[in-house]
């Protein structure tokens, strides 16, 4: 199950800094998907139904907060606490600091951006689809918050967790 959660985690990064949106498809595949693994006993971090669904729950009332300030977006609320049901609430926290980090990086580099040039790459992160039309620039304020949450759980994978098996 962890190969179908790292390929959950790589498609809403891949939407996300696309277009600037995670699909509610996207979303409910992660939901079916922790659901199967949790219901059969193939959960990969070892999290028992109890502790995912009160994550989830927490995930989930936490960033609506963000959204009710019209500060994040819906697809991010809603897959932040799919997320959260993967790995637990400790380690979605570890998660949700990391992804903040790489959003101020990201909000950071929107500001620099709009005083001098980047690269294209640069741009082309921080602009996201409006790369292709420079007047809406300024007006692109969305940053990819799933696809950092997404990215820091990969990297939360990689550096401290070892999966039964593994």
């Not at 079916?32 to 006993?41: N, R, V």
């Not at 963000?66 to 637990?88: E, I, N, Q």
């Not at 007006?139 to 401290?160: D, E, M, R, T, V």
């Amino acid at each position: 199950m962890v190969g179908v959660w790292l390929i959950w985690l790589c498609a809403t990064v891949y939407f996300d800094f696309k277009a600037r949106r995670v699909p509610n498809w996207l979303v409910l595949s992660g939901l079916a998907f922790a659901s199967i693994a949790l219901s059969t006993g193939r959960q990969p971090f070892e999290l028992l139904w109890t502790h995912a669904l009160i994550a989830s729950l927490a995930a989930f009332l936490f960033f609506l907060v963000f959204y009710a300030f019209k500060v994040m977006g819906a697809g991010d609320v809603k897959f932040a606490g799919v997320l959260a049901l993967w790995v637990g609430l400790t380690p979605f926290t570890w998660i949700w600091l990391m992804a903040s980090v790489l959003a101020g990086l990201h909000a950071a580099l929107f500001l620099v951006s709009k005083r001098q040039p980047l690269p294209f790459v640069l741009m082309k992160l921080v602009h996201g689809p409006a790369i292709n039309d420079p007047s809406k620039f300024v007006k692109s304020k969305q940053i990819p918050y799933a696809g950092y949450l997404a990215l820091s759980a990969i990297a939360w994978l990689l550096l401290f967790k070892q999966t039964p098996g593994s």
